[in-house]
């Protein structure tokens, strides 16, 4: 059994990730201050938390990651809405409200998974991959930035983990939500 079922399918992967990619540009360019906005409370919570020189209690501790896990889905919400047009919201409003067409869709769904299963398991490889890069960058730049300060060792470590806390919750969450909803839109459609 090969990994690919034609030999073009490598260059294919290439070309759906070449597009996923500048669709998930063009959204986070579209809309920077709206992604921002709704990225920034998480980011300045996970600073804050990093940068706190007491314990935090056990019950303020739970109330934070509670509001932290509620505003990341809220980003997810906003991802959606950012990324899906309103005739795509209105034919899946549709869809949601008759039985048959849900289960047609659901139908359509699994076909279209069973054919290009592969492909998308490259695409997510592919996601990952950049992801991992772009964290990787993200920290360099941190520890770059936090290299040049006249502070204690300890402060810098702190620092540097509270600056690449608040570059990933700006960055890099918007942009893994924003493409993960622009693979699932297409797989959906």
């Not at 659901?106 to 890069?133: M, T, Y």
Request: proline share 4%; charged share 10%.
């Amino acid at each position: 059994m090969t990994l690919f079922q034609t030999e073009f399918a490598m260059s294919q992967v290439w070309q759906m990730s070449a597009a996923f990619l500048k669709q998930t540009l063009a959204v986070f360019s579209a809309h920077p201050g709206i992604v921002l906005l709704y990225a920034t409370p998480v980011a300045l919570e996970r600073a804050w938390v990093v940068l706190r020189n007491r314990p935090i209690p056990g019950a303020s501790l739970a109330f934070l990651e509670a509001f932290v896990n509620l505003w990341r889905l809220l980003l997810c919400a906003v991802a959606v809405w950012i990324v899906v047009t309103p005739a795509e919201a209105a034919y899946l409003l549709k869809i949601l409200q008759s039985n048959s067409l849900i289960q047609a869709t659901v139908d359509s769904l699994s076909l279209s998974l069973g054919k290009h299963l592969w492909l998308l398991v490259w695409e997510i490889g592919f996601c990952i991959a950049a992801c991992f890069v772009l964290n990787f960058l993200l920290s360099g730049f941190a520890r770059l930035w936090v290299m040049g300060q006249d502070v204690e060792p300890e402060q810098k470590k702190n620092r540097r983990i509270a600056v690449t806390a608040v570059a990933r919750n700006l960055v890099l969450v918007p942009l893994a939500l924003i493409y993960i909803v622009i693979v699932v839109r297409q797989v959906l459609s």
